[in-house]
């Protein structure tokens, strides 16, 4: 491929932006925000992609799903580098990505929430002052109770509506 | 990405890695014993994704630890293919689970120093050791709220349940020194600023966890023998059958592939 044929980078952003997170599909790749460039390298393209948790089983996946969107448009000189540092979080999932998630069952992040390893703030929440609320993504109630901090896979956590009785995920922050 | 490092000697670098690495893997290979055993199904899911967790962190150190020697060795080639005199895990994370309490407790020990080991490494001199850490912490930040939380429930919880969680307490005890005792890597690794010194851990550690055990209404021992050797490849016999096990495949089936 000569340099005057290369697809413009922002072509490219849209085509990745097709290819949907193996295991939450309601959601892309770019509104997950785990590709964190895309760029020529001469007639290599460079596209960058951070991991969601160390140990996500999907990481293997998502390269795979990316390297296959990528050759299917006719790019064949391509190369995929991971890159830790700044640690991917749910703080850079896009408005749409939170609003698919919602629409999918999945109670999306709430900014600002991590666990940040403090006493404080577990001892905070267990006397019931936390902050912290969840609205249940099939009814609307704030009146939900965490089940389980760990979910169906390490990006979630489990949680149960009060008021519909639903159990639902919530995409925890991190 | 060989630039970093300054005055630090690659052979300990690498030594260092590694006890990073093998706890990881070790606490990790232990935890994931509860896959489908635990006693209700959020625990089950809980144990597996902290498992998932610590064997994605093994792979970052092992596998800097691979760069750093230099000799071709990868992340699995140091996890399938080393004996037990060279793993250099702690051996608090080699002690057998024993019940749920036993095994929460283990944990809550371990991820105390961890997140202050981390939290502590996000500073290093050596970028590639603070990007691992960065992202790390973010996760074990997590395993400890969900340790401790337990470890209070449990403690403060019905009679059955505290006389277990003290007893844990106790024989775990004796096996919390070494992480947080000094030997010649860990001097070589402060002196380059890679990592702390685990003696400046401590008075850290021992506040989160007189926090911890006066919420679960549990004693903290009184000091008394600790037992050390796992940094330097000296195990118990716990360790063997974690290999046995972990290592099957591999030592049966030389090079097999997934």
Known sequence: MSGAAHPDIAEIWRWLSQVPDPEIPVISLTDLGIIRGVEWQGDTLVVTVTPTYSGCPATSLITLDIEKALRDRGIDRLRLERQLSPPWTTDWISAQGRESLRAYGIAPPVDGTAADGRLAGRIARLAGTSNLVIACPRCGSTATERLSQFGSTPCKASYRCTDCLEPFDYFKCI | ?258
């Open chain 2, 1 to 258: 990405m060989a630039q970093a490092t300054p005055a630090a000697d690659p052979a300990a670098l690498v030594e260092w890695l590694c006890r990073m690495g093998d706890n990881c893997l070790i606490l990790g290979h232990r935890v994931s014993e509860w896959c489908g055993h635990s006693p209700v199904l959020e625990e089950d899911i809980a144990l597996a994704n902290t498992a998932l967790d610590l064997i994605g962190q093994t792979q970052f150190w092992l596998g800097l630890a691979g760069e750093v020697e230099g000799k071709g060795r990868s992340a699995d080639s140091l996890a399938y293919l080393r004996d037990a005199a060279q793993f250099r895990n702690l051996l608090l994370v080699e002690r057998p689970n024993g019940d749920f309490g036993n095994t929460l407790m283990r944990q809550f020990l371990f991820d105390a120093w961890h997140m202050a080991m981390l939290d502590a490494l996000t500073g290093s001199t050596d970028p590639r050791v603070a990007e691992i850490a960065a992202k790390a912490v973010k996760e074990v930040a997590y395993h400890l709220e969900r340790s401790a939380d337990l470890v209070i429930r449990l403690g403060d919880g019905t009679g059955e349940s505290r006389a277990r969680m003290q007893k844990a307490l106790d024989s775990l005890w004796p096996y919390t020194g070494e992480m947080l005792l000094d030997d010649g890597v860990d001097r070589a690794m402060a002196a380059a600023g890679i990592a702390p010194l685990p003696q400046d851990l401590k008075a850290g550690w021992d506040r989160t966890v007189a926090e911890t055990m006066a919420q679960a209404t549990l004693a903290v021992p009184q000091t008394g023998y600790q037992h050390k050797g796992g940094k330097t490849g000296r195990h118990s016999e716990a360790l063997g059958y974690i290999l046995a096990d972990m290592q099957f495949l591999q030592r049966a089936y030389p090079g097999a592939v997934w």
